[in-house]
């Protein structure tokens, strides 16, 4: 699963790596929860790739109470293009969703666990596959939503939780983000588990289980020197 991640790339890199239109305002973070604001990258009406902001946890557009986003951080890759919940943003609202790190959490000894951030092997940004929605209230109020895809987790990763989000390699940016791009066997082929050799992981400190810290000491590893794997 994904339940936390960590953007702290600056706006010019952002521009740059994801090909945006114009450079978003974004300050570091070291500790994004659900149901706070993400940054997104989505392809405009004219080709061009811009940046939003949208609430984490998407809340489908028939939905009575918004209340289900916060139980949509995730969407499953081996159902994400039937689900109700999801197919109709499957089809038509896919999204890139920057992040530089994400964490996760191993059982250490009885009610313990040891969180762990984890990157890419060279520490460069990367894109989760993304989906968003837009939800309407009584009131005529908009919403725009998004959620993280999952998949089973890789070799190097299985070490700590089963499931792993879907990091898109960057030569398919382009087919995730076509809304002219319908084909669900395609698409659907793109949401495999990053191979291991790519990723690294350490354990950091116990300050990043509270969502209230969006520090930098989220990021250090734990101990004088942590160890790093893969």
């Not at 953007?7 to 952002?14: E, G, I, Q, Y």
């Not at 950091?204 to 810290?213: A, G, H, L, M, Y």
Request: one cysteine or more.
């Amino acid at each position: 699963m994904c339940g936390r991640f960590t953007l702290r790339t600056s706006p010019a890199d952002l521009t740059q790596i994801f090909r945006l239109l114009d450079e978003p305002l974004w300050l570091p973070r070291y500790n994004i929860a659900p149901t706070q604001s993400v940054g997104v990258v989505r392809e405009t009406d004219n080709g061009q790739r811009a940046f939003a902001l949208l609430r984490w946890g998407l809340i489908p557009s028939w939905a009575k109470d918004p209340a289900i986003g916060s139980r949509m951080i995730n969407a499953r890759a081996e159902t994400v293009a039937t689900k109700p919940s999801f197919r109709a943003a499957f089809k038509r609202r896919r999204c890139l969703i920057p992040a530089d790190g994400f964490y996760e959490w191993k059982k250490t000894d009885g009610k313990n666990k040891q969180p762990y951030l984890i990157g890419m092997e060279k520490d460069e940004p990367f894109a989760f596959a993304g989906l968003w929605e837009h939800w309407q209230s009584a009131d005529g109020s908009e919403v725009q939503t998004c959620t993280i895809i999952t998949t089973s987790a890789n070799e190097l990763l299985a070490e700590l939780h089963d499931r792993m989000p879907v990091i898109l390699d960057e030569d398919d940016y382009d087919r995730w983000l076509d809304p002219r791009q319908e084909d669900k066997e395609q698409l659907q082929s793109l949401l495999v588990p990053l191979v291991s050799d790519r990723l690294r992981f350490y354990p950091v400190r116990t300050i990043v289980n509270s969502p209230k810290n969006d520090v930098p000491d989220c990021v250090e590893p734990a101990g004088e020197q942590g160890t790093l794997f893969g």
